[in-house]
């Protein structure tokens, strides 16, 4: 495998034999947490974001790219406002479109960390200089010295007025946006090597990563971290991290020989949801060095550390505010009066808030109609769903039958915790009989790599209710895979227009 490679996992693990013994799984964890050990480090921001919630530093810059074409183009109207000539359209065209060209060539949308303001903005004057001599070069020999000179001497600064405004605010807003942690992204190591500590004093250097820890399973190699990243554990306790829905990106660093070392790695971490990339030890000090940059000087135009298509992603957002919003508006009235028949059905709240895996592992607050009685009320989903359910209301059995009860989630869409189409969110700690239903399917995890939707391929597929076998939830993860293999807008709005003919047609699910 390639030296930062993005590795994409998809074999199934087999754990038995793998894991050590309870008292060596106390003991490193009471070694973790020891009174006095860092356990922020000088790379973990103040507030974690949700890795749902990171800005695409790609789509960022095209974003500013197109208001600079806007800047350009406003400047070229006003300036054609305020002078005349049969040729100032050519003129002002041309340098709008040398202009654009400048500024990408001068870099002034890389917005580096260590950049201020008047830095950045004389990168944006100089781009300016440099294409109004170009435009001077190109259209001396089309349109007379004189004319154009008295041309762009009108546009040059309408234009770069508009220009600088609008850089000024990228400016303040890349700011922001990396104060709050939306556009940096958070990354742990597993392998306290040599090529974790040049990894980490190169992120020191440029701050275009947050290293929130380390993990390694031999922790004589460094007990007191790397450059104070703290050692958070070994791979048994990263799989169960709290922190792992912050985190972009894994990135495993062992020494290129350990090939065994590597693949056992490796099949460990495939039931995580998030982005694994391997760093190999000094296989080549080129190779790494090259790695290295690659990981560490992650510039604006690729921050995420993800694979993710972002124009889909972006598109999927813009659906699910657009038609969750028109949803919602047409199902207030229902909701109203399905608030009405909970709260005369039954003592207790009209809603039910349970805590369920959203994107990435991320811990979400799901809202729901109340369908069962209070003092029955299951927030873990450790007893599911069954036919004639003692814990199901009058009002509750007719809301669950069709559905009813989600409608709040609408809320949960809009928010940007849930989509409109997705894998269902289970319960976090949901069981299929006795075991919980995520220790039944090793790519059980790999279904929170899209945001929980309200509906699904699974659900319009026959896999709806409670999986309360092995068969079932296997059944249920292969759907949801499937789908987020496939996901489409078409095959969204699909998905959609389907929903309802399913749960009409749908008489024997138990929901």
Request: net charge positive; glycine share 8%.
């Amino acid at each position: 495998m390639s030296l930062a490679a993005p590795f994409k996992p998809n074999a199934m693990p087999d754990r038995r034999g793998r894991r050590q013994s309870d008292s060596d799984a106390e003991a490193r964890a009471a070694a973790w947490a020891e009174p006095g050990r860092d356990r922020r480090g000088p790379l973990r921001p103040e507030k974690l974001t949700p890795t749902r919630l990171r800005m695409s530093g790609r789509l960022l810059t095209r974003f500013f790219q197109a208001g600079d074409a806007l800047a350009l183009i406003l400047g070229g109207l006003t300036a054609a406002a305020l002078t005349h000539g049969a040729n100032v359209l050519l003129i002002y065209g041309c340098a709008a479109l040398v202009t654009f060209a400048s500024l990408r060539l001068f870099d002034t949308y890389k917005f580096g960390r260590r950049e201020d303001l008047a830095m950045h903005l004389m990168r944006v004057t100089v781009a300016f200089a440099v294409a109004v001599a170009m435009c001077f070069a190109i259209l001396t020999h089309f349109v007379g010295a004189v004319m154009l000179a008295a041309s762009l001497g009108v546009w040059t600064p309408l234009a770069f007025l508009c220009t600088a405004a609008a850089h000024g605010l990228w400016w303040a807003n890349v700011k922001r946006w990396r104060a709050n942690g939306r556009l940096t992204p958070n990354l742990v190591i597993v392998g306290a090597t040599g090529a974790a500590e040049r990894l980490i004093e190169a992120i020191l250097e440029t701050r275009e990563a947050n290293v929130l820890g380390v993990f390694d399973d031999r922790a004589e190699r460094s007990a007191e971290g790397l450059h104070r990243v703290p050692l958070l554990g070994g791979t048994d306790e990263l799989l169960a991290h709290r922190i792992m829905p912050f985190v972009d990106r894994i990135v495993i660093t062992v020494p290129s020989g350990a090939r065994d070392r590597v693949h056992a790695l490796l099949e460990r971490l495939s039931v995580l949801p998030n982005e694994i990339t391997l760093l190999l030890d000094r296989e080549g000090e080129a190779e790494e060095a090259e790695a290295i940059d690659r990981i560490a000087n992650i510039p604006l135009t690729r921050v995420s550390g993800s694979e993710i298509d972002q124009g889909k992603a972006l598109a999927k957002r813009a659906q699910d505010v657009v038609f969750g919003a028109l949803a919602l508006f047409l199902a207030t009235p229902i909701m109203l009066l399905v608030a009405i028949a909970v709260r005369l059905d039954s003592k207790g709240p009209i809603f039910f808030r349970q805590r369920r895996h959203g994107f990435n592992n991320e811990e979400i607050v799901v809202w729901k109609f109340r369908s069962m009685r209070v003092e029955s009320t299951d927030h873990k989903a450790a007893r599911q769903i069954s036919a004639d359910d003692d814990r199901v209301t009058r009002v509750g059995k007719f809301i669950r039958k069709t559905s009813l009860d989600e409608l709040p989630q609408l809320i949960n869409v809009l928010t940007g915790e849930m989509s409109l189409v997705g894998p269902r969110p289970h319960a976090i700690g949901m069981k299929t009989g006795e075991v919980e239903s995520s220790r039944l399917v090793a790519e059980y995890a790999h279904r929170h790599r899209m945001k929980p939707g309200m509906t699904g391929w699974a659900a319009i597929n026959g896999s709806r209710g409670a999986i309360d076998t092995p068969e079932l939830v296997r059944r249920r993860v292969a759907l949801d895979v499937e789908y987020i293999e496939r996901q489409s807008f078409w095959l969204d709005l699909y998905i959609m227009f389907m929903t309802i003919p399913c749960l009409l047609g749908d008489s024997e699910t138990v929901r």
